[in-house]
């Protein structure tokens, strides 16, 4: 079995800056994709940003040229960058990877608990 914490979440004012944090522990054979997903009040969930094992990012429209994802793989741990932020970007963000927890095992997708960013203008 597999964890997911995130952290790094809080208020911040437009065009400020934050870095959520998420780290993976417990039984963990191997970690595939990584990424960040939101949710606003009253939205579906969104993916934000994603990157695979070997470096590869991808990113929603909405947050390209203003958020870094990045990953550590000696620490489990994914990183999302948030630079020139907006009211929009007001969500509950959500840490997910796709872990193997057992040789016998296939991977599965794992979510963390959430961590909300709110932004004023």
């Known amino acids: 079995q597999g964890q997911l914490v995130e952290s790094g979440g809080g208020l911040v004012q437009a065009g400020g800056s934050l870095r959520l944090s998420c780290a993976a522990s417990g039984s963990i054979v191997s970690i595939n994709n990584m990424g960040w997903y939101r949710q606003a009040p009253g939205k579906q969930r969104e993916l934000v940003a994603s990157?695979?094992?070997?470096?590869?990012?991808n990113y929603a429209d909405s947050v390209k040229d203003r958020f870094t994802i990045s990953r550590d793989n000696a620490k489990n741990t994914v990183y999302l960058q948030m630079s020139s932020l907006k009211p929009e970007d007001t969500a509950v963000y959500y840490c997910?990877?796709?872990?193997?927890?057992?040789?016998?095992?296939?991977?599965?997708?794992?979510w963390g608990q959430g961590t909300q960013v709110t932004v004023t203008s």
């Open positions: 997910n990877a796709d872990i193997k927890v057992h040789y016998a095992v296939t991977s599965r997708l794992h």
């Open positions: 990157i695979t094992n070997g470096g590869s990012t």
